[in-house]
């Protein structure tokens, strides 16, 4: 086989795009157990979820909707409320009892077989004869026995047999559960949590259930839940998400990792047919992008249509639709990804547009129609001396002035017409290169090819200002781009000059540390050559950062920060410092929360700059303020304190690398902080300024709001 025959990457791709749907199953349902968990189930510090609310919930809600006793009359079933005062009774007569209802004769046992009723009468109701409902839906975990004394009518879900011929079998037999709750004469009984009387004495439920005629009731939970109902639902989600909810933290970074991988291999296969760099387009790629994504859209619909067309009991039938709308979904996915991912990658993704060629049909008539209207505007003066010259010759021939004097005119109208369309074109020709050039300038591209001998006129003399602009432009990019560079060299070099010695000196101090001194004189000086160093070693980064804040060579991360949260999270680091020098710091800020737009790690550069020079230079024993005051379209943020030495010099000069407040420079400062707390806080699009008022140092950043929502 050929080489070119076959690309592994398109191999690798088509691999992918099998895996990627497990892997991304696994991380949907692991993310979903984590969201089960912290929102629906209420684990509330428990691994049982028989423990949890939101089992006990359910279970008093299973309580409540049962509690009521079934009246089958006319045909039609009924329920009697907890609040009825009516009295059932209940006799026989051959093959077909009737149910009698204060004298009235309501139905018999067809009635009662047609809703799912099985009887048993004649039963001892606390020493009465009464009558026991058995509801024929016994397909539930949730058992129960509703005792109506006064009505002498029991009701139960449990199914009819030998062993629940009576109420004491029923209660035995719901008793065998280790999950219950019991209620007689207003007593509860019961071994599940937060369903005790004493959390539930106020609920209403409890209160129309105390206040009713059913003064007994016995209910339990099957062990083991044997059927499909609500509860083996409930805890089988409760099982999964505190399984994801433990699994979570591994497979959710796994799963995100893997995915990633196999999208990286999947954008690098598409497009590639054999082993050549090119890459292949179908009939598909070549369609307007908006068609692409109707077609891929009604794909998706008809994906879609299959969740909800499936009508069917089996659970199979179900299963298949909704696989089968998935993989139509998917495929459609992976259609639109193909295509637009290759449209990228031959750079036509903008050009197949509908948008783009209509625009650019109406740009090219546009600018046509700019040129031709100039041409046609000139000419016009052509037309008019056509028109005379034609006149003139007309009138010589037919007033028989001699054929030599029509040929004259005839002559004079053809070279003005032909002498002023080449006039007209070569200066619009020359107009259009000067456009092409100023064009290119403001492109940034200063190196343009215009000569200005080929020209005439004024557009001469525009030609040669343009030259020289575009030559000074250059001059000054190329030299401030080498004093970037060299500036950059030079800080880079002494910084990793410097960098090596001191790491050094540091691993030899922290060495000596270990070691035994012989007085506390050597001590006193290692420490202070430790203190020293370590000074040395920030004052090194500090002048790196500083370089790289002045020359704009940070790449920021611009996201929505919560002003309010970030002011605290500084404050709290330089609470300490503040005690120690017993500064007291004032902070106002807005009742609710304000946002803008910023790269957190260093606005919190810029605060941590802010605090810290005002914890090394604020008068000791003086407050300092720190204010937040939203505007209508932006948010100020202003720190202001008392300076303990004179502010006898300038903000311009207090702005300048190196320049620190203690002209004693006993403090550990390097005098780069404020320096680059106004490069960062440029950067990222906010404004700084310094105000000296005497020994009044105030300093205020001002960036856009941002909406909350």
């Not at 090394?616 to 003086?622: D, L, N, P, R, V």
Request: proline content about 2%; some cysteine; hydrophobic content about 40%.
């Amino acid at each position: 086989m050929s080489e070119n025959k076959i690309s592994w990457a398109r191999v690798s791709k088509n691999i992918c795009y099998f895996l990627a749907p497990f892997f991304g199953l696994i991380l949907i349902a692991c993310i979903t157990g984590l969201i089960i968990i912290d929102t629906d189930i209420e684990v509330e510090e428990t691994t049982n979820y028989y423990d949890t609310r939101l089992f006990s919930n359910n279970y008093f809600n299973s309580i409540y909707n049962h509690f009521y006793i079934p009246v089958f009359a006319n045909g039609q079933v009924s329920k009697i409320m907890p609040d009825a005062t009516e009295r059932l009774e209940v006799s026989s007569e051959g093959a077909s009892a009737s149910i009698e209802y204060e004298e009235s004769s309501y139905g018999h046992y067809g009635i009662v077989e047609s809703y799912g009723y099985d009887i048993q009468e004649d039963v001892d109701i606390n020493g009465k004869k009464g009558v026991i409902y058995y509801n024929r839906n016994t397909n539930n975990n949730f058992k129960y026995l509703m005792i109506d004394e006064e009505k002498r009518v029991a009701v139960t879900n449990l199914e009819h047999t030998m062993r629940t011929d009576s109420i004491e079998e029923i209660k035995q037999v719901i008793g065998e559960n280790s999950i219950y709750w019991n209620f007689q004469k207003g007593k509860v009984d019961t071994n599940i949590s937060h369903l005790s009387l004493e959390e539930i004495r106020y609920k209403i439920q409890y209160e129309d259930m105390n206040s009713s005629n059913i003064k007994e009731v016995y209910t339990s939970l099957i062990d083991n839940l044997p059927y499909k109902d609500e509860y083996s639902l409930a805890k089988f989600t409760y099982d999964l998400s505190m399984k994801a909810n433990t699994l979570a933290p591994i497979f959710i970074p796994l799963c995100i990792a893997v995915l990633l991988a196999l999208g990286l291999i999947v954008l690098n296969g598409i497009g590639k047919k054999g082993k050549g760099p090119g890459i292949h387009l179908n009939g598909f790629d070549k369609i307007p992008l908006e068609l692409a994504f109707i077609i891929g859209f009604f794909i998706v619909g008809i994906g879609a249509s299959c969740f909800v067309s499936v009508n069917s009991e089996l659970r199979a039938v179900i299963f298949s639709g909704v696989i089968i709308g998935a993989l139509i979904i998917y495929l459609a996915g992976m259609l639109l990804l193909e295509t637009v991912v290759k449209r990228m990658k031959t750079h036509t993704l903008w050009k197949t547009t509908m948008l783009y060629m209509i625009g650019y049909g109406i740009k090219t008539v546009f600018d046509n129609r700019k040129f031709s209207t100039k041409l046609i505007l000139a000419y016009g003066g052509f037309c008019l001396a056509g028109g005379i010259a034609t006149t003139a010759m007309l009138d010589a021939r037919f007033n028989a002035y001699g054929d030599g004097e029509t040929v004259f005119w005839f002559m004079v109208l053809m070279a003005l017409g032909i002498g002023t369309f080449v006039y007209l074109f070569v200066r619009m020709k020359q107009f259009q290169n000067i456009q092409k050039a100023l064009q290119a300038i403001y492109e940034g591209n200063t190196n343009i090819e215009l000569d200005s001998d080929e020209l005439t006129g004024v557009l001469k003399q525009m030609a040669i200002y343009i030259e020289d602009i575009a030559g000074g432009l250059s001059n000054a990019i190329q030299q401030s781009l080498k004093n970037e560079r060299q500036k950059t060299e030079l800080i880079t070099n002494v910084s990793h000059d410097i960098k090596t010695p001191l790491t050094s000196i540091i691993n030899y101090v922290d060495l000596l540390k270990k070691e035994e001194m012989p007085n506390e004189k050597a001590k006193e000086y290692l420490e202070i050559l430790d203190s020293k160093s370590q000074r040395l070693k920030r004052l090194t980064e500090d002048l790196v950062e500083a370089s790289k804040a002045s020359s704009g060579n940070i790449k920021l991360k611009m996201e929505k920060i919560n002003v309010n949260e970030i002011i605290k999270q500084v404050s709290g680091e330089f609470e300490d410092r503040f005690k120690a020098r017993n500064l007291e710091e004032i902070m106002t800020l807005p009742e609710e929360n304000v946002f803008i737009s910023a790269d957190g790690r260093y606005l919190y550069r810029v605060l941590e700059n802010l605090y810290s020079n005002a914890s090394k230079y604020a008068m000791e024993g003086s407050r300092i303020y720190l204010d937040v005051v939203p505007k209508q379209t932006s948010i100020v943020i202003q720190m202001k304190n008392v300076s303990k030495e004179k502010l006898n010099i300038t903000t311009e000069e207090l702005m300048q690398r190196f320049v620190r407040g203690d002209s004693s420079r006993n403090t550990e400062g390097s005098g780069l902080g404020l320096s680059i707390a106004s490069s960062l806080t440029e950067l990222q699009g906010g404004k700084f300024h310094i105000y000296l008022d005497g020994d009044l140092f105030k300093v205020t950043l001002g960036f856009e709001k941002l909406k909350e929502a």
